[in-house]
C-alpha cells in the first residue's frame, strides 16, 4: 500500500508538467490563429477603404459631369 502511494505521488508533478505543455501549446495555438484573422480582417478593411474612396471618385465625376452637361460645355 505504501509503494502505491509513493507511485502515485510521484506522478502527479509529472501529469501537472504535461498539462502546463497542452494548455501552453494551446494557447500558443490560439495566439497564432487570433493573428491569422486579424491579418485577413485588416485586409478586409483595406478593401473597404478603397472600395470607398472609389465611390468618392464616382460620386464626385458624376457632380461633375452634370454640371457640365447644364452648362453646355459638351467638349471637355
Given amino acids: 500500500m505504501l509503494a502505491f502511494q509513493t507511485l ?3 506522478r502527479w508533478p509529472l501529469v501537472a508538467g504535461v498539462l502546463a ?3 501552453i501549446g494551446y494557447g500558443m495555438n490560439l495566439v497564432s490563429r487570433s493573428r491569422d ?3 485577413r480582417i485588416n485586409h ?4 473597404l477603404d478603397e ?3 472609389i465611390n468618392d471618385d464616382l460620386h ?3 457632380i461633375i459631369h452634370r ?3 447644364n452648362a453646355g460645355q ?3
Fill in 8 to 10: 502515485s505521488r510521484r
Fill in 21 to 23: 505543455i497542452l494548455f
Fill in 37 to 39: 484573422l486579424q491579418m
Fill in 44 to 47: 478586409e478593411v483595406a478593401l
Fill in 51 to 53: 472600395l470607398s474612396h
Fill in 60 to 62: 464626385q465625376l458624376s
Fill in 67 to 69: 454640371v457640365d452637361l
Fill in 74 to 76: 459638351h467638349r471637355w
